[in-house]
């Protein structure tokens, strides 16, 4: 897990919060490799009320399930570009149009 927060500091810079409630709390953020603007979501672990497995059987909130299912295949919905995994909650980063 410790891995996981340091990749997640590698790779992208966490900036003020943008908003939060009962799905979690958004924060702005940036893509260190290119500066591109995302949105940082952080769901703590004991408000996940559905969870899934993605193919590689990893257990995941739902939320990832199926952002990961739809990829780019959808212009509508916004892409999740990465997600790390951290002792007491998921940090999903999506881009932030």
Same mark, same amino acid.
């Given at each position: /897990?410790? +891995? $996981? !927060?340091?990749?997640l %500091?590698? @790779?992208? %810079?966490? +900036? #003020?919060?943008l908003?939060?409630?009962g799905f +979690?709390?958004?924060?702005?953020?940036t893509r260190l490799?290119?500066?591109? #603007?995302? /949105?940082?979501? !952080?769901?703590?672990?004991?408000?996940?009320l $559905?969870? =899934?497995e993605? #193919?590689? +059987?990893?257990?995941v #909130?739902?939320e990832?399930v @199926? @952002?990961?299912?739809?990829?780019? =295949?959808c !212009?509508?919905?916004?892409q999740? @570009?990465?997600w790390f995994?951290?002792?007491?909650?998921?940090?999903?980063?999506?881009?932030?149009p």
């Open positions: /897990a410790a +891995g $996981q !927060r340091k990749k %500091q590698e @790779l992208y %810079q966490l +900036g #003020p919060q908003g939060s409630g +979690g709390t958004v924060f702005s953020g490799s290119d500066g591109s #603007p995302v /949105a940082i979501k !952080r769901v703590v672990r004991e408000s996940v $559905q969870w =899934g993605l #193919p590689d +059987g990893t257990r #909130p739902m990832i @199926l @952002l990961e299912k739809v990829g780019s =295949g !212009r509508n919905i916004i999740l @570009l990465d995994e951290l002792p007491e909650c998921f940090m999903l980063v999506m881009e932030r």
